[in-house]
């Protein structure tokens, strides 16, 4: 998937709730386990960077691929209180 279809996912996942924009807890990354991105929903294969992120409020624990959790972080940012 290429960057900007990634972009218009997350930002579409943002919209709906899917994909919430919520002060993350505990992030961890390691090699990948194979499972899949929740943003672009491809595998993370164990010779890329897995970013696992807990999110306190909703509760959901994301799973991203590195690109696809820097967008998230930037589609987010304008959305956080100030």
Do not use: N, Y
């Not at 290429?2 to 993350?24: F, S, Y």
């Not at 672009?40 to 509760?59: D, K, N, Q, R, Y």
Request: hydrophobic share 35%.
């Amino acid at each position: 998937m290429q960057k900007a279809e990634v972009r218009d996912r997350i930002r579409t996942m943002i919209h709906t709730g899917e994909l919430p924009c919520e002060e993350p807890g505990k992030t961890w990354a390691g090699g990948g386990e194979s499972k899949r991105c929740t943003a672009c929903a491809e595998s993370i294969p164990p010779t890329e960077i897995e970013f696992e992120v807990m999110l306190p409020v909703s509760g959901l624990i994301v799973r991203l691929h590195r690109l696809c959790h820097a967008i998230w972080l930037e589609e987010c940012e304008p959305l956080q209180p100030a």
